[in-house]
């Protein structure tokens, strides 16, 4: 994980002619394991544009995969922010193991 920060982080810097830090100093990983824990983390995800103060909903922010996840379409999401969700079909049961 140290050498994708310190690569992306000395790439960006360049690019943008900037100094300064892209990462924050530590990390946590968790194993996505049920349906339930998948939906949770796609949540927290959404909403952190809201967090930082980028946006007052989630639904605001751009590139945003929210409007994915709630049925608009894949071809209406690429249009919309250039980027398209390739993801898992889920089963509907929130218990189930991934």
Known sequence: MKSIKVASTIALQLDREVSGEVWQGRFFDHAVRTVKDYMGTVEYIHLNPVR??????????KWSSIHEYSGMAAHEQERRCGLTIDRITLPAEQGTRL
């Open 52 to 61: 930082r103060g980028l946006v007052s909903r989630p639904q605001d922010w």
